[in-house]
């Protein structure tokens, strides 16, 4: 069996849907939190990493950076990424539609100035929020029986989970109009090897 080491910061963020790859494979691994001792831990610690970035993962001593890299590495690895080379693509568009909607929502994060966030946060809840739960509505019908993909979990309903996992935080109601965005939520969460890490995971705004 690998020895894993996950190092991220202590919030969900680009670590989260690494972290819950691990728990759905039942498969150990270091939960290797940084910056708990604050910004002067982080600093120090970055000089070990190996783009002074974080995530990163190490297999048996080998370094693996970029999440989404290390999210389809371990999903291939733990059978998670769809059984033939089309649904290894359709995991893939889910998963890049889920980042391409993440990346929108960190424009609102990293905004200072507050007449652009006011815009941000109004063209988020009118037009950007609705055309990907469209989209993903969409893939989920066309593509999934239950699941985003064929018939059992992958990747591709573990990041959709956690990209709308935020927004359900600043607003539970945000897939009161979605019924099957819904039940794929709850599906997830009552996954046995997941219900009790989700529901028990310390919170995180991000």
């Known amino acids: 069996m690998a020895c894993y080491k996950l190092h991220y910061f202590a919030v969900r963020g ?5 972290r819950m790859l691990f728990i759905l ?27 002074g970035e974080l995530p990163f993962l190490e297999v048996d001593g080998k370094q693996l950076t970029q999440s989404l890299t290390i999210a389809r590495y371990l ?20 998963v ?15 905004e200072r100035d507050e007449s652009k966030l006011k815009y941000l946060k ?5 037009e950007v929020l609705p055309k990907f739960q ?12 239950r ?7 992958t990747l591709a309903d573990l990041a ?21 965005l819904t039940e794929h939520r709850r599906l997830v969460e009552q996954h046995p090897n997941l219900r009790e890490y989700i529901l028990n995971r310390p919170y995180s705004v991000v």
């Open 160 to 180: 959709v989970h956690e990209v709308f996992t935020t927004f359900l935080q600043n607003d539970p109601s945000i897939l009161d109009e979605h019924n099957s």
């Open 75 to 94: 999903a291939r690895k733990f059978g998670l990424a769809g059984d033939t080379n089309w649904e290894q693509a359709l995991v893939e568009q889910i």
């Open 14 to 18: 680009r670590g989260e849907l690494i």
């Open 122 to 126: 109004s063209k988020m809840t009118e």
């Open 96 to 110: 890049d539609t889920c980042d391409d909607l993440r990346a929108e929502n960190a424009k609102i994060i990293h």
């Open 25 to 51: 494979a039942k498969v150990d691994f270091q939960d290797i939190r940084v910056n708990e001792g604050g910004v002067d831990e982080w600093e120090e610690y970055r000089h070990g990493t190996p783009t």
């Open 134 to 145: 469209n989209r993903l509505t969409r893939f989920l019908q066309q593509h999934g029986d």
């Open 147 to 153: 699941y985003f993909v064929g018939s059992k979990i």
